[in-house]
């Protein structure tokens, strides 16, 4: 009886350790089925993180994407720079995907020579809403788009109208020295038609398509955060 009344008293013990880990697992549901950019290395707010009021591409090198995928939302995350912003920027952003042949080393600073001709516009609309350090950008898309790798690589194409950042910038991880993907962007002004290239340099992506996929950045560290207060709770009962 008193061996009972013992595992009872340590399970009611170890009952909130499991409950946290319980809530962490819960916390990891916002996922993607494909990233591509980690592991981050840097930061930046261009173009959704501060007053970019002008066009960004991004291409994507097609061989990290395993299988055709429809897309239906885009991540992207804030993980490696507080910059203490309290809201996301606003005014409208219209948001294109297209199959290039332009590549992580040959994308062209001049924007309408990068797009492909299945170019869909999948997003159009605001992106305002309340921020903290951490929070994953999730971009649900009006208008899915089914990629096929095989067909060449990825282009992501982002041109903000009227944006505004009084919330202060907010710093996306980004990848600075990798094959996966390169951006090429204004540094002011617009409309601009040729831009700067960053070879091997973009934004950390997630790609969704409604399924089960790889937890985001911030979710992983949570949840390992999750494992480690559970194994200190267990060692303590075992003592």
Known sequence: MRHAMSYISQAGRLLPALLLCLFLLTAMSATADVVVGLPAGSANCFPFGCAYSTEYQQVYNHGQFGAPITITD??????RVDNG????????WAISLSTTTADWNTISTTYASNIGADNTLVFSGSLAQAWAFGDTLEIDLTTPF?????????LLDVVGSGITDPGGDIYFDTNPNTSYFSRVFCNSGSPCTDGTVNAGYGLVTGFGSGGTGVPEPSSVALFGWGLAVLGLARRWLSR
């Open 74 to 79: 885009l991540e992207f995350y804030n993980t």
């Open 85 to 92: 912003a309290t809201s996301m920027t606003t005014g409208t």
């Open 146 to 154: 089914t990629y096929n790798p095989l067909s060449g690589n990825l």
